[in-house]
């Protein structure tokens, strides 16, 4: 496929999960949007840097790839290490920074320029690729994402309480509503689907359904 599918929405709304079957099931290329963030988070906490020009000029120095759904800072594969909670906690901060937004929507847009992608994040439907070809935004609520979030953790041996999690998502998704540049935001012409209660197979045969309607069912 040579074009771009964008794949918006909060936390724990199941993006991730279902862009990456959606892009193997149409033989695309995933591209994790969030784990850039963390990434350039990552790295401001590894440098202890806090104020905002310390944090730009990291940014902007930073070498971010993907290879194999995995990520690569400054060549060092830190997938497994973004995901902490000291990320988690100050990602939505680290993401408000225009300066910090505009040097990985220049990254993104490099990424997808000759189609093929499926990006999730924040702002892809609305600011990265305004020109995709299919746009969704995931949702569902807030009790169901922190539960999925919760699981989620406690499956992979982080120690955290059900409270802790739901809080985290309330902040993240009130912070990256609210921020001034670029913030979450549904795409006038993006197709809405609340997740709430329907299982990832579910979800991946909804949007596989628009495409292949959009596409004349050529698929
Ligand atoms: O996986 P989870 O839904 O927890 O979050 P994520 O997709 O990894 O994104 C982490 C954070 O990065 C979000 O809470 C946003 O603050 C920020 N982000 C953003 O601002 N714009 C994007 N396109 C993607 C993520
Ligand atoms: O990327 P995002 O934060 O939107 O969510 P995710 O990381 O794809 O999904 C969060 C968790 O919810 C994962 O453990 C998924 O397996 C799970 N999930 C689910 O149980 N049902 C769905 N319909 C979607 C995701």
């Given at each position: 496929m040579n074009f771009n599918?964008?794949?918006?929405?909060?936390?724990?709304?199941g993006k991730s999960t279902t862009?990456?079957?959606v892009a193997d099931k149409l033989k695309m290329t995933y591209v994790d949007t969030g784990a850039m963030y963390r990434a350039?988070?990552?790295?401001?906490?590894?440098?202890?840097?806090?104020?905002?020009?310390?944090?730009?000029?990291l940014a902007s120095e930073a070498k971010i790839d993907f290879k194999e759904n995995r990520i690569y800072l400054n060549g060092e594969d830190v997938t497994d290490e973004i995901r902490n909670l000291?990320?988690?906690?100050?990602?939505?901060?680290?993401?408000?920074?225009?300066?910090?937004?505009?040097a990985l929507t220049k990254l993104q847009r490099q990424i997808a320029k000759n189609g093929g992608v499926?990006?999730?994040g924040r702002d892809i439907g609305t600011t990265v690729l305004p020109d995709a070809k299919y746009k969704f935004y995931l949702t569902a609520s807030v009790k169901e994402r922190a539960?999925?979030?919760?699981?989620?953790?406690?499956?992979?041996g982080y120690k955290v309480t059900f409270k802790q999690v739901e809080k985290d998502i309330?902040?993240?998704?009130?912070?990256?509503?609210?921020?001034?540049f670029s913030p979450m935001a549904i795409a006038d012409d993006a197709i809405i689907i609340d997740t709430t209660g329907k299982t990832i197979d579910e979800v991946v045969d909804e949007i596989i359904g628009c495409i292949k309607k959009g596409e004349g069912s050529v698929l």
């Open positions: 599918i964008a794949i918006d929405g909060p936390a724990g709304a862009a990456r079957i350039i988070t990552l790295l401001t906490i590894r440098h202890n840097k806090t104020n905002p020009e310390d944090v730009i000029k000291a990320v988690t906690e100050k990602v939505s901060k680290i993401a408000a920074i225009p300066e910090v937004r505009a499926v990006m999730d539960c999925r979030r919760y699981n989620e953790l406690i499956s992979k309330i902040d993240r998704d009130y912070q990256d509503k609210k921020r001034d």
